[in-house]
Protein backbone atom coordinates (compact mmCIF):
# COMPACT_ATOMS: atom_id res chain seq x y z
CA UNK A 1 0.00 0.00 0.00
CA UNK A 2 1.03 3.08 -1.07
CA UNK A 3 2.03 6.45 0.98
CA UNK A 4 -1.24 7.91 -0.44
CA UNK A 5 -3.86 5.01 0.06
CA UNK A 6 -2.70 5.17 3.50
CA UNK A 7 -3.54 8.75 4.05
CA UNK A 8 -6.92 7.66 2.28
CA UNK A 9 -7.76 4.61 4.44
CA UNK A 10 -7.38 6.97 7.37
CA UNK A 11 -9.68 9.31 6.28
CA UNK A 12 -7.37 12.34 6.08
CA UNK A 13 -7.66 12.81 2.40
CA UNK A 14 -10.27 11.72 -0.51
CA UNK A 15 -9.73 10.40 -3.63
CA UNK A 16 -9.82 13.68 -5.28
CA UNK A 17 -7.45 14.86 -3.20
CA UNK A 18 -5.36 12.37 -4.20
CA UNK A 19 -5.67 12.53 -7.57
CA UNK A 20 -4.84 15.82 -7.19
CA UNK A 21 -1.70 15.04 -5.01
CA UNK A 22 -0.23 12.13 -7.58
CA UNK A 23 -0.26 15.42 -10.49
CA UNK A 24 1.63 17.24 -8.76
CA UNK A 25 3.90 14.91 -7.71
CA UNK A 26 4.18 13.90 -11.84
CA UNK A 27 4.50 17.26 -12.78
CA UNK A 28 6.86 18.98 -10.00
CA UNK A 29 9.60 15.86 -10.00
CA UNK A 30 9.20 16.42 -5.77
CA UNK A 31 8.81 13.07 -3.86
CA UNK A 32 5.47 12.75 -2.24
CA UNK A 33 6.30 14.06 1.61
CA UNK A 34 7.47 17.21 0.37
CA UNK A 35 3.77 18.37 -1.42
CA UNK A 36 1.86 16.71 0.98
CA UNK A 37 3.58 19.31 3.31
CA UNK A 38 3.66 21.92 1.17
CA UNK A 39 0.04 21.51 0.94
CA UNK A 40 -0.35 21.06 4.84
CA UNK A 41 -2.71 18.32 4.46
CA UNK A 42 -1.05 16.57 7.59
CA UNK A 43 1.29 17.20 9.89
CA UNK A 44 4.46 15.91 9.29
CA UNK A 45 5.27 13.75 12.51
CA UNK A 46 1.46 12.11 11.42
CA UNK A 47 2.72 11.69 7.93
CA UNK A 48 6.48 10.09 8.86
CA UNK A 49 4.09 8.10 11.84
CA UNK A 50 2.11 6.69 9.21
CA UNK A 51 5.03 5.81 6.79
CA UNK A 52 6.63 4.28 9.95
CA UNK A 53 3.79 1.70 9.83
CA UNK A 54 3.97 1.37 6.45
CA UNK A 55 7.38 0.52 5.83
CA UNK A 56 7.54 -1.22 9.71
CA UNK A 57 10.62 0.54 9.73
CA UNK A 58 11.02 2.54 13.44
CA UNK A 59 10.49 6.49 13.14
CA UNK A 60 13.80 7.67 15.15
CA UNK A 61 13.29 11.70 16.87
CA UNK A 62 17.24 12.93 17.09
CA UNK A 63 18.28 15.88 18.59
CA UNK A 64 20.82 17.01 15.97
CA UNK A 65 23.27 18.86 18.35
CA UNK A 66 23.80 15.24 20.29
CA UNK A 67 25.21 13.56 16.87
CA UNK A 68 28.89 13.99 17.00
CA UNK A 69 30.87 15.21 13.80
CA UNK A 70 33.09 12.12 13.74
CA UNK A 71 29.38 9.90 13.84
CA UNK A 72 28.30 12.36 10.13
CA UNK A 73 31.53 12.04 8.61
CA UNK A 74 31.18 7.92 8.46
CA UNK A 75 28.93 9.07 5.32
CA UNK A 76 30.24 12.16 3.20
CA UNK A 77 27.89 15.27 3.13
CA UNK A 78 27.38 15.38 -0.89
CA UNK A 79 26.43 11.63 -0.05
CA UNK A 80 23.90 12.09 2.87
CA UNK A 81 22.96 15.32 0.79
CA UNK A 82 21.99 13.80 -1.89
CA UNK A 83 20.36 10.17 -0.62
CA UNK A 84 18.86 11.81 2.30
CA UNK A 85 20.25 9.48 4.86
CA UNK A 86 22.59 10.26 7.65
CA UNK A 87 24.70 8.20 10.52
CA UNK A 88 23.29 8.47 13.92
CA UNK A 89 25.56 6.58 16.55
CA UNK A 90 27.61 3.68 16.06
CA UNK A 91 27.99 0.59 18.43
CA UNK A 92 31.00 -1.12 17.28
CA UNK A 93 30.52 -2.12 13.73
CA UNK A 94 27.11 -1.42 13.58
CA UNK A 95 25.95 2.09 12.24
CA UNK A 96 22.47 3.50 12.75
CA UNK A 97 21.39 4.95 9.47
CA UNK A 98 18.42 7.85 9.67
CA UNK A 99 16.80 7.79 6.00
CA UNK A 100 13.71 10.05 5.04
CA UNK A 101 13.08 7.57 2.49
CA UNK A 102 14.24 4.15 2.89
CA UNK A 103 11.70 2.73 -0.26
CA UNK A 104 14.29 4.93 -2.20
CA UNK A 105 16.57 1.68 -4.14
CA UNK A 106 19.20 4.00 -4.79
CA UNK A 107 19.85 5.34 -1.86
CA UNK A 108 19.83 1.76 -0.30
CA UNK A 109 22.17 0.71 -3.28
CA UNK A 110 24.39 3.78 -2.18
CA UNK A 111 24.52 2.99 1.14
CA UNK A 112 25.51 -1.17 0.67
CA UNK A 113 28.32 0.55 -1.57
CA UNK A 114 29.57 2.76 1.06
CA UNK A 115 29.20 0.31 4.01
CA UNK A 116 31.70 -2.14 1.61
CA UNK A 117 34.03 0.38 1.45
CA UNK A 118 33.84 1.45 5.22
CA UNK A 119 33.68 -2.07 6.47
CA UNK A 120 30.41 -1.29 8.64
CA UNK A 121 27.13 -2.97 8.72
CA UNK A 122 24.24 -0.63 9.63
CA UNK A 123 20.63 -0.65 10.58
CA UNK A 124 18.12 1.77 9.07
CA UNK A 125 15.56 4.06 11.19
CA UNK A 126 12.97 6.70 9.47
CA UNK A 127 13.52 10.44 10.22
CA UNK A 128 11.60 13.60 9.00
CA UNK A 129 12.67 16.23 6.43
CA UNK A 130 13.28 18.61 9.48
CA UNK A 131 15.23 16.08 11.57
CA UNK A 132 17.27 15.27 8.13
CA UNK A 133 17.64 18.72 7.49
CA UNK A 134 18.95 19.93 11.57
CA UNK A 135 21.93 16.79 10.94
CA UNK A 136 22.90 18.30 7.51
CA UNK A 137 23.68 21.73 9.29
CA UNK A 138 26.19 19.58 11.78
CA UNK A 139 28.15 18.89 9.02
CA UNK A 140 29.11 22.61 8.62
CA UNK A 141 30.28 23.29 12.35
CA UNK A 142 32.03 26.22 12.53
CA UNK A 143 35.67 25.63 13.75
CA UNK A 144 35.59 22.36 10.75
CA UNK A 145 34.73 24.99 8.32
CA UNK A 146 37.54 27.46 9.63
CA UNK A 147 39.71 24.92 10.20
CA UNK A 148 39.51 24.05 6.69
CA UNK A 149 39.71 27.55 5.57
CA UNK A 150 43.03 27.96 7.72
CA UNK A 151 44.83 24.68 6.47
CA UNK A 152 43.88 26.49 2.77
CA UNK A 153 45.39 29.85 4.41
CA UNK A 154 48.66 28.06 5.56
CA UNK A 155 49.20 25.91 2.71
CA UNK A 156 49.16 29.34 0.38
CA UNK A 157 51.27 30.86 3.11
CA UNK A 158 54.18 28.68 2.61
CA UNK A 159 54.05 28.59 -1.12
CA UNK A 160 54.61 32.29 -0.68
CA UNK A 161 56.74 34.45 1.20
CA UNK A 162 54.62 37.14 2.96
CA UNK A 163 54.80 39.52 5.63
CA UNK A 164 51.90 41.53 7.33
CA UNK A 165 51.40 44.20 5.60
CA UNK A 166 50.90 41.65 2.17
CA UNK A 167 49.08 39.22 4.22
CA UNK A 168 46.35 41.76 5.20
CA UNK A 169 46.51 43.67 1.58
CA UNK A 170 46.20 40.47 -0.68
CA UNK A 171 44.96 38.07 1.72
CA UNK A 172 41.82 39.78 2.36
CA UNK A 173 40.86 38.70 -1.03
CA UNK A 174 42.02 35.25 -1.00
CA UNK A 175 39.28 32.54 -1.30
CA UNK A 176 40.41 30.94 2.77
CA UNK A 177 40.09 34.41 4.12
CA UNK A 178 37.05 35.23 2.35
CA UNK A 179 35.98 31.48 3.88
CA UNK A 180 36.70 32.59 7.35
CA UNK A 181 35.14 35.56 6.98
CA UNK A 182 31.52 34.20 5.11
CA UNK A 183 31.56 31.03 7.72
CA UNK A 184 31.65 33.37 10.83
CA UNK A 185 28.84 35.74 9.66
CA UNK A 186 26.35 32.49 8.63
CA UNK A 187 27.06 30.98 11.33
CA UNK A 188 26.29 34.49 13.69
CA UNK A 189 22.85 34.23 11.71
CA UNK A 190 22.20 30.90 11.88
CA UNK A 191 22.53 30.91 15.51
CA UNK A 192 20.27 34.45 15.74
CA UNK A 193 23.62 36.23 17.31
CA UNK A 194 22.69 39.81 17.40
CA UNK A 195 26.26 40.83 17.18
CA UNK A 196 29.50 39.79 16.19
CA UNK A 197 32.54 40.88 18.08
CA UNK A 198 36.33 40.72 16.08
CA UNK A 199 38.90 41.03 19.36
CA UNK A 200 42.59 40.76 18.84
CA UNK A 201 44.08 39.63 22.05
CA UNK A 202 48.09 38.95 22.82
CA UNK A 203 48.08 35.30 21.61
CA UNK A 204 45.07 34.56 19.74
CA UNK A 205 42.16 36.03 17.50
CA UNK A 206 38.94 36.07 19.62
CA UNK A 207 35.29 35.86 17.95
CA UNK A 208 32.50 36.53 20.21
CA UNK A 209 28.62 36.45 19.37
CA UNK A 210 26.02 37.97 21.22
CA UNK A 211 23.16 35.50 21.48
CA UNK A 212 20.30 36.21 24.05
CA UNK A 213 21.78 39.81 25.26
CA UNK A 214 24.73 37.90 26.68
CA UNK A 215 28.01 37.69 24.77
CA UNK A 216 29.70 33.89 24.41
CA UNK A 217 33.37 32.51 22.98
CA UNK A 218 32.72 31.35 19.35
CA UNK A 219 36.04 30.93 18.43
CA UNK A 220 40.09 31.05 18.80
CA UNK A 221 41.87 32.09 15.65
CA UNK A 222 45.60 32.82 14.88
CA UNK A 223 46.47 35.92 15.72
CA UNK A 224 48.54 36.25 12.12
CA UNK A 225 45.27 36.63 10.50
CA UNK A 226 43.69 39.53 12.25
CA UNK A 227 44.99 42.06 9.42
CA UNK A 228 43.28 39.92 6.60
CA UNK A 229 40.18 39.59 8.44
CA UNK A 230 39.52 43.17 9.20
CA UNK A 231 40.80 44.24 6.12
CA UNK A 232 38.23 41.39 4.38
CA UNK A 233 35.62 42.73 6.53
CA UNK A 234 36.66 46.65 5.92
CA UNK A 235 36.61 45.73 2.31
CA UNK A 236 33.07 44.48 2.15
CA UNK A 237 31.72 47.66 4.01
CA UNK A 238 33.90 50.29 1.89
CA UNK A 239 36.13 51.63 4.14
CA UNK A 240 39.97 52.70 4.39
CA UNK A 241 41.80 49.36 4.29
CA UNK A 242 44.71 51.54 5.80
CA UNK A 243 43.25 53.73 8.21
CA UNK A 244 43.97 51.74 11.61
CA UNK A 245 44.16 54.48 13.86
CA UNK A 246 40.71 56.12 13.53
CA UNK A 247 37.55 54.55 13.87
CA UNK A 248 35.25 53.64 11.10
CA UNK A 249 31.38 52.79 10.22
CA UNK A 250 30.13 51.35 7.37
CA UNK A 251 27.45 48.86 6.70
CA UNK A 252 27.17 46.16 4.29
CA UNK A 253 24.70 43.40 2.84
CA UNK A 254 25.19 40.15 1.96
CA UNK A 255 23.21 36.68 1.36
CA UNK A 256 22.77 33.75 3.83
CA UNK A 257 21.03 30.96 2.72
CA UNK A 258 18.24 32.22 1.24
CA UNK A 259 17.69 35.39 3.18
CA UNK A 260 19.31 38.85 2.58
CA UNK A 261 21.41 40.05 5.71
CA UNK A 262 22.42 43.93 6.79
CA UNK A 263 25.64 43.98 8.84
CA UNK A 264 26.31 47.41 10.59
CA UNK A 265 30.48 47.60 11.33
CA UNK A 266 32.01 49.25 13.39
CA UNK A 267 36.13 49.44 13.79
CA UNK A 268 37.89 50.34 16.86
CA UNK A 269 41.51 51.21 17.10
CA UNK A 270 43.13 49.74 20.74
CA UNK A 271 46.55 49.04 21.96
CA UNK A 272 46.54 45.24 20.55
CA UNK A 273 44.61 46.04 17.33
CA UNK A 274 41.56 46.77 16.01
CA UNK A 275 38.77 45.68 17.32
CA UNK A 276 35.57 44.81 14.99
CA UNK A 277 31.55 44.68 15.85
CA UNK A 278 28.99 43.89 13.69
CA UNK A 279 25.45 44.08 14.71
CA UNK A 280 23.62 41.74 12.72
CA UNK A 281 20.31 43.20 11.29
CA UNK A 282 17.73 40.30 10.18
CA UNK A 283 15.22 41.94 8.17
CA UNK A 284 12.91 38.85 8.58
CA UNK A 285 13.82 39.05 12.69
CA UNK A 286 13.31 42.58 13.05
CA UNK A 287 9.88 43.46 12.42
CA UNK A 288 7.71 41.84 15.22
CA UNK A 289 4.17 41.18 16.45
CA UNK A 290 3.11 43.01 19.59
CA UNK A 291 2.43 39.62 20.99
CA UNK A 292 6.57 38.42 20.54
CA UNK A 293 7.26 41.60 21.79
CA UNK A 294 5.74 41.43 25.41
CA UNK A 295 2.81 44.11 25.31
CA UNK A 296 -0.16 42.79 26.10
CA UNK A 297 -3.16 43.58 28.53
CA UNK A 298 -3.43 47.01 29.10
CA UNK A 299 -0.46 48.05 27.81
CA UNK A 300 -1.05 46.95 24.52
CA UNK A 301 -4.33 48.50 24.61
CA UNK A 302 -2.68 52.02 25.37
CA UNK A 303 -0.17 51.65 22.23
CA UNK A 304 -2.78 50.60 20.44
CA UNK A 305 -4.91 53.22 21.02
CA UNK A 306 -2.09 56.05 20.39
CA UNK A 307 -1.08 54.59 17.33
CA UNK A 308 -4.72 54.71 15.91
CA UNK A 309 -4.97 58.51 17.10
CA UNK A 310 -4.85 60.89 14.27
CA UNK A 311 -1.71 62.15 15.41
CA UNK A 312 0.72 62.89 18.53
CA UNK A 313 4.36 61.96 19.65
CA UNK A 314 4.97 58.29 20.94
CA UNK A 315 8.29 58.27 22.70
CA UNK A 316 10.09 54.67 23.16
CA UNK A 317 12.85 55.18 26.14
CA UNK A 318 15.75 53.02 27.92
CA UNK A 319 19.40 52.46 27.59
CA UNK A 320 21.15 51.16 24.09
CA UNK A 321 19.73 47.42 23.11
CA UNK A 322 16.72 47.71 25.09
CA UNK A 323 14.67 47.12 21.80
CA UNK A 324 13.31 50.38 21.60
CA UNK A 325 13.54 50.94 18.12
CA UNK A 326 11.94 47.82 17.30
CA UNK A 327 9.05 48.39 19.32
CA UNK A 328 8.63 51.22 17.16
CA UNK A 329 8.85 49.30 13.88
CA UNK A 330 6.16 46.98 15.15
CA UNK A 331 4.44 49.88 15.56
CA UNK A 332 4.97 50.97 12.16
CA UNK A 333 4.07 47.80 10.62
CA UNK A 334 0.91 47.90 12.51
CA UNK A 335 0.11 51.39 10.72
CA UNK A 336 2.29 50.59 7.21
CA UNK A 337 -0.65 50.57 4.32
CA UNK A 338 -1.08 51.42 1.17
CA UNK A 339 -3.43 54.66 2.10
CA UNK A 340 -0.45 56.47 4.30
CA UNK A 341 3.46 58.01 3.68
CA UNK A 342 5.61 56.62 6.15
CA UNK A 343 9.42 58.12 6.73
CA UNK A 344 11.82 57.37 8.83
CA UNK A 345 14.91 59.40 9.96
CA UNK A 346 17.44 56.51 11.25
CA UNK A 347 20.95 56.60 12.59
CA UNK A 348 21.70 53.75 10.70
CA UNK A 349 18.58 52.17 9.02
CA UNK A 350 18.17 49.05 10.94
CA UNK A 351 15.38 46.98 9.24
CA UNK A 352 14.56 47.78 5.19
CA UNK A 353 10.58 47.60 5.21
CA UNK A 354 8.21 47.68 2.18
CA UNK A 355 6.20 50.43 1.53
CA UNK A 356 7.96 52.53 4.17
CA UNK A 357 10.51 55.64 3.07
CA UNK A 358 13.81 54.80 4.86
CA UNK A 359 16.52 57.93 5.07
CA UNK A 360 20.05 57.59 6.61
CA UNK A 361 21.22 60.37 8.72
CA UNK A 362 24.38 61.94 7.97
CA UNK A 363 26.26 64.28 10.76
CA UNK A 364 29.53 64.81 9.50
CA UNK A 365 27.73 66.39 5.82
CA UNK A 366 25.04 68.53 7.88
CA UNK A 367 22.53 66.09 7.17
CA UNK A 368 21.17 65.91 11.16
CA UNK A 369 17.72 64.60 12.82
CA UNK A 370 16.84 68.51 13.54
CA UNK A 371 17.65 69.03 8.92
CA UNK A 372 16.45 65.94 8.05
CA UNK A 373 12.87 66.14 10.07
CA UNK A 374 12.45 69.96 8.47
CA UNK A 375 13.02 68.23 4.80
CA UNK A 376 10.69 65.43 5.75
CA UNK A 377 7.81 67.88 6.68
CA UNK A 378 7.96 69.14 3.07
CA UNK A 379 7.40 65.15 1.84
CA UNK A 380 3.83 65.20 2.95
CA UNK A 381 4.23 62.77 5.47
CA UNK A 382 1.26 61.01 7.48
CA UNK A 383 3.43 59.33 9.78
CA UNK A 384 7.48 59.86 10.89
CA UNK A 385 9.86 57.70 12.68
CA UNK A 386 12.84 59.55 14.42
CA UNK A 387 15.34 57.57 15.20
CA UNK A 388 16.43 59.42 18.34
CA UNK A 389 15.51 63.02 20.00
CA UNK A 390 19.10 64.23 20.93
CA UNK A 391 18.81 68.16 20.88
CA UNK A 392 16.18 71.27 21.56
CA UNK A 393 15.70 71.72 18.10
CA UNK A 394 14.81 68.14 17.31
CA UNK A 395 12.80 67.98 20.03
CA UNK A 396 11.14 71.14 19.42
CA UNK A 397 10.37 70.06 15.46
CA UNK A 398 8.92 66.57 16.94
CA UNK A 399 6.54 68.43 19.17
CA UNK A 400 4.88 70.60 16.42
CA UNK A 401 5.09 67.94 14.11
CA UNK A 402 2.77 65.87 16.37
CA UNK A 403 0.60 69.12 16.97
CA UNK A 404 0.23 69.84 13.16
CA UNK A 405 -1.55 65.94 12.26
CA UNK A 406 1.38 63.77 12.32
CA UNK A 407 1.99 60.61 14.14
CA UNK A 408 5.83 61.16 15.44
CA UNK A 409 7.48 58.12 16.74
CA UNK A 410 10.97 58.54 18.35
CA UNK A 411 13.74 57.34 20.93
CA UNK A 412 14.85 59.30 24.23
CA UNK A 413 17.21 58.75 26.30
CA UNK A 414 15.66 58.24 30.05
CA UNK A 415 15.60 55.91 32.67
CA UNK A 416 11.63 55.64 32.88
CA UNK A 417 7.95 56.33 31.40
CA UNK A 418 7.82 59.36 34.26
CA UNK A 419 11.56 60.88 33.43
CA UNK A 420 10.64 61.15 29.51
CA UNK A 421 8.19 64.71 30.70
CA UNK A 422 10.68 66.40 32.57
CA UNK A 423 13.52 65.53 29.53
CA UNK A 424 11.37 66.96 27.08
CA UNK A 425 11.07 70.29 29.16
CA UNK A 426 14.78 69.81 30.00
CA UNK A 427 15.29 69.84 26.28
CA UNK A 428 13.28 73.33 25.71
CA UNK A 429 9.97 72.10 24.73
CA UNK A 430 7.54 74.29 25.96
CA UNK A 431 5.48 72.84 28.85
CA UNK A 432 2.36 73.68 27.37
CA UNK A 433 2.48 72.16 24.23
CA UNK A 434 3.17 68.76 25.92
CA UNK A 435 0.37 67.77 26.69
CA UNK A 436 -1.63 68.58 23.15
CA UNK A 437 1.54 66.77 21.55
CA UNK A 438 2.29 63.77 23.61
CA UNK A 439 0.62 60.60 23.32
CA UNK A 440 2.67 57.90 25.42
CA UNK A 441 6.20 57.93 26.85
CA UNK A 442 7.08 53.77 27.11
CA UNK A 443 10.46 53.02 28.88
CA UNK A 444 11.61 49.39 28.27
CA UNK A 445 13.84 46.95 28.85
CA UNK A 446 14.69 43.35 27.82
CA UNK A 447 15.03 40.18 29.75
CA UNK A 448 15.61 36.42 28.05
CA UNK A 449 12.79 34.29 27.86
CA UNK A 450 13.47 30.23 29.78
CA UNK A 451 13.64 27.63 27.36
CA UNK A 452 10.53 26.01 26.81
CA UNK A 453 11.85 22.52 26.93
CA UNK A 454 13.92 22.52 30.18
CA UNK A 455 12.50 25.06 32.63
CA UNK A 456 11.70 23.94 36.31
CA UNK A 457 9.23 24.68 38.29
CA UNK A 458 9.75 25.83 42.34
CA UNK A 459 8.74 27.00 44.80
CA UNK A 460 10.37 30.40 45.70
CA UNK A 461 12.39 31.07 48.70
CA UNK A 462 10.49 33.31 51.26
CA UNK A 463 12.34 36.62 50.57
CA UNK A 464 11.30 36.13 46.83
CA UNK A 465 7.84 35.07 47.63
CA UNK A 466 7.55 37.58 49.42
CA UNK A 467 8.61 40.34 47.50
CA UNK A 468 6.40 39.15 44.44
CA UNK A 469 3.23 39.32 46.83
CA UNK A 470 4.57 42.88 47.75
CA UNK A 471 4.66 44.14 44.01
CA UNK A 472 1.51 42.16 43.31
CA UNK A 473 -0.18 44.35 46.35
CA UNK A 474 1.06 47.39 44.81
CA UNK A 475 -0.51 47.26 41.55
CA UNK A 476 -3.02 49.67 40.47
CA UNK A 477 -6.55 48.40 41.40
CA UNK A 478 -7.50 48.16 37.62
CA UNK A 479 -5.26 45.83 36.90
CA UNK A 480 -4.33 43.94 40.14
CA UNK A 481 -8.06 42.50 39.80
CA UNK A 482 -7.44 40.74 37.12
CA UNK A 483 -4.32 38.97 38.58
CA UNK A 484 -4.59 35.48 39.69
CA UNK A 485 -1.56 34.25 42.28
CA UNK A 486 -1.46 30.22 42.01
CA UNK A 487 -1.81 28.30 44.91
CA UNK A 488 0.66 27.37 45.95
CA UNK A 489 2.94 29.93 44.88
CA UNK A 490 4.93 28.13 42.07
CA UNK A 491 7.84 30.37 39.03
CA UNK A 492 9.88 28.63 36.88
CA UNK A 493 13.72 28.75 36.93
CA UNK A 494 16.45 28.11 34.08
CA UNK A 495 18.16 24.43 33.59
CA UNK A 496 20.22 24.00 30.58
CA UNK A 497 19.54 21.30 27.92
CA UNK A 498 20.54 21.00 24.46
CA UNK A 499 17.66 22.84 22.59
CA UNK A 500 19.00 26.08 24.50
CA UNK A 501 22.97 25.19 24.52
CA UNK A 502 22.79 24.80 28.72
CA UNK A 503 21.48 28.67 28.76
CA UNK A 504 18.20 27.66 30.20
CA UNK A 505 17.15 30.08 28.00
CA UNK A 506 16.13 31.27 24.29
CA UNK A 507 14.85 34.21 22.84
CA UNK A 508 13.83 37.45 24.75
CA UNK A 509 10.82 39.79 25.25
CA UNK A 510 10.29 43.11 26.65
CA UNK A 511 9.24 44.73 30.33
CA UNK A 512 7.77 47.77 29.55
CA UNK A 513 5.85 50.21 31.46
CA UNK A 514 3.46 53.15 29.58
CA UNK A 515 2.36 56.39 30.53
CA UNK A 516 -0.75 57.68 28.61
CA UNK A 517 -1.67 61.43 28.18
CA UNK A 518 -4.66 61.84 30.31
CA UNK A 519 -6.68 65.60 31.41
CA UNK A 520 -4.88 64.74 35.03
CA UNK A 521 -1.72 64.21 33.50
CA UNK A 522 -2.17 67.47 31.20
CA UNK A 523 -2.98 69.45 34.60
CA UNK A 524 -0.18 68.05 36.83
CA UNK A 525 2.33 69.34 33.47
CA UNK A 526 0.81 72.54 33.62
CA UNK A 527 0.94 73.43 37.49
CA UNK A 528 3.79 71.13 39.02
CA UNK A 529 5.19 68.51 36.28
CA UNK A 530 7.38 66.75 39.21
CA UNK A 531 8.26 63.13 39.13
CA UNK A 532 6.20 62.22 42.46
CA UNK A 533 3.11 64.06 40.80
CA UNK A 534 3.34 61.90 37.69
CA UNK A 535 4.12 58.78 39.35
CA UNK A 536 0.70 59.36 41.32
CA UNK A 537 -0.70 60.03 37.96
CA UNK A 538 0.48 56.54 36.15
CA UNK A 539 -0.97 55.12 39.19
CA UNK A 540 -4.40 55.95 38.86
CA UNK A 541 -4.65 55.43 35.34
CA UNK A 542 -3.42 52.03 35.59
CA UNK A 543 1.07 52.10 34.53
CA UNK A 544 2.50 49.28 35.96
CA UNK A 545 6.17 49.33 36.66
CA UNK A 546 8.70 47.21 34.44
CA UNK A 547 9.26 45.33 38.02
CA UNK A 548 5.83 44.20 38.08
CA UNK A 549 5.20 43.66 34.14
CA UNK A 550 8.46 41.30 34.94
CA UNK A 551 6.68 39.40 37.91
CA UNK A 552 3.56 39.09 36.09
CA UNK A 553 5.53 37.20 33.37
CA UNK A 554 7.52 35.56 35.91
CA UNK A 555 4.12 34.17 36.98
CA UNK A 556 3.38 32.77 33.81
CA UNK A 557 6.77 31.09 33.04
CA UNK A 558 7.86 33.28 30.40
CA UNK A 559 10.98 34.59 32.77
CA UNK A 560 12.79 33.90 35.60
CA UNK A 561 12.83 36.09 38.82
CA UNK A 562 16.78 36.29 38.20
CA UNK A 563 16.24 38.21 35.09
CA UNK A 564 13.47 40.76 35.94
CA UNK A 565 15.25 41.67 39.50
CA UNK A 566 18.38 41.84 36.60
CA UNK A 567 16.82 44.61 34.84
CA UNK A 568 15.04 46.50 37.53
CA UNK A 569 17.64 46.83 39.13
CA UNK A 570 19.83 48.16 36.01
CA UNK A 571 16.88 50.55 35.78
CA UNK A 572 17.24 51.97 39.56
CA UNK A 573 20.92 52.03 39.12
CA UNK A 574 20.73 54.43 36.12
CA UNK A 575 17.86 56.18 37.72
CA UNK A 576 19.95 56.91 40.80
CA UNK A 577 23.31 58.29 38.54
CA UNK A 578 21.30 60.73 36.61
CA UNK A 579 19.86 62.38 39.82
CA UNK A 580 23.10 62.65 41.16
CA UNK A 581 24.25 63.68 37.75
CA UNK A 582 21.27 66.60 37.95
CA UNK A 583 21.87 67.69 41.30
Known amino acids: ?152 LETELKTETVGVPALKEGMAEEAPITKVVAVILRQAVEGKASDIHIEPGRKELKIRFRMDGILHVSLLLPLKIHPAVVARIKILSNLKIDETRLPQDGRFSTRVGDKSIDFRVSTFPTTLGEKVVMRVLDPTEGVKNFDKLGLEKRNLTVVEKAAYKPFGLILATGPTGSGKTTTLYAILNLLNEEGVNIITLEDPVEYFVEGISQSQVHPEIGYTFANGLRHILRQDPDIIMVGEIRDEETATLATHAALTGHIVLATLHTTNALGVIPRLIDLGVAPFLIPSSLSIAMAQRLVRTLCPDCKKKIAPDPKTRDMILKEIDDLPPVIKKDVKIPKPLEIYEAQGCKQCKNTGYSGRVALYEILEMTNQLAEIILKEPTESKIQEEAHRQGMITMKQDGILKVLTGLTSMEEVLSAAEDKESNGAINKNVLE
Not at 1 to 19: C, F, R, T, V, Y
Not at 98 to 121: C, H, I
Open 1 to 152: MSLIEHLIEKGIIDKKQAASLEYDIKISGKKGEEIILEKGLVGEDVLFGLKSEELNIPLKKIIPEEVPLEILELIPQESAKYYQMIPLSKKEKMLEVGMVYPEDLKAQEALQFLSRQGKFNYKIVLITLTTFNGLLKQYRTLKKEVTVALEE
